[in-house]
């Protein structure tokens, strides 16, 4: 499976911009799937996962409300909708598909990641 992550670049605080994660070898529409980043000099942080269904999302704290994600079994893509957009929010943004059919927040359960996509917001 190769995942191929989109959409990222550099936006001013307030900002949104939407991720994309596109899946080819396999379908994973029976995989949970998330998004994870990593912030220079940080490790990596888990930011929302979504049920092989697309429902009962789960977000980190410090997105819940302003980040949604979503998929799309038929085009076997994933989403990370990113709105009010915040210097915090910088980093590069990881895509991955779980080896379970459900959300995760735990980096060892997912079996497949994208290369990262860059998110850089100004203030």
């Known amino acids: 499976v190769q995942l191929q992550a989109c959409g990222g670049g550099l936006v001013q605080t307030g900002a949104s911009l939407r991720l994309s994660c596109a899946a080819s070898?396999?379908?994973?529409?029976?995989?949970?799937v998330g998004w994870f980043r990593q912030a220079p000099g940080k490790e990596r942080e888990f930011v929302a996962s979504i049920n092989w269904d697309g429902v009962r999302p789960y977000y980190a704290d410090s997105v819940k409300g302003r980040f949604t994600i979503s998929r799309d079994n038929a085009k076997n893509t994933m989403y990370l909708q990113m709105n009010s957009l915040k210097p915090d929010d910088t980093a590069v943004y990881y895509c991955?598909?779980?080896?379970?059919?459900?959300?995760?927040?735990?980096?060892?359960?997912?079996?497949?990641w994208g290369q990262g996509t860059q998110v850089t917001v100004s203030s």
């Open positions: 070898g396999r379908s994973f529409s029976n995989n949970g």
């Open positions: 991955g598909v779980s080896g379970g059919s459900y959300w995760s927040v735990r980096e060892y359960d997912y079996e497949y």
